[in-house]
Nanobody, 124 residues
Framework: QVQLVESGGDSVQVGGSLKLSCKVT????????MGWYRQAPGIQREFVAA???????NYASSVKGRFTIRRDTAKNMAYLQMDGLKPEDTAVYYC??????????????????WGQGTQVTVSS
């Protein structure tokens, strides 16, 4: 079992930047891919970015070129650097970890572990 705790959410203005962090504890060796997802009010949770153990990254088209996912295995941390923020990026952001590589493609398994979420608000 893996436990995840996100931090770094805040309120920023359009064009601003934020860096989200995700602390990972537990059965870290079992993780095949970690990801970031987000959910805005009234909208289904959506894929943002994911990273494999080897460092390969995958991004949703809506954030590609603006967001960067990174994983520091030595510190058991994952990060999401968000630049050029837009109002439509406003959402609760969740970190996840999954034994399934499908998570890399935005398809987490039922057994994926999730954090509690951190709020990002972008205002104009």
């Amino acid at each position: 079992q893996v436990q995840l705790v996100e931090s770094g959410g805040d309120s920023v203005q359009v064009g601003g930047s934020l860096k989200l962090s995700c602390k990972v504890t537990g059965s870290i060796f079992s993780i095949a891919a970690m990801g970031w997802y987000r959910q805005a009010p009234g909208i289904q949770r959506e894929f943002v970015a994911a990273i494999q153990n080897g460092g390969a990254a995958n991004y949703a088209s809506s954030v590609k070129g603006r967001f960067t996912i990174r994983r520091d295995t030595a510190k058991n941390m994952a990060y999401l650097q968000m630049d050029g923020l837009k109002p439509e990026d406003t959402a609760v952001y969740y970190c996840n970890a999954d034994r399934s590589l499908n998570n890399f493609y935005g398809r987490p398994s039922d057994n994926a572990s999730w954090g509690q979420g951190t709020q990002v608000t972008v205002s104009s």
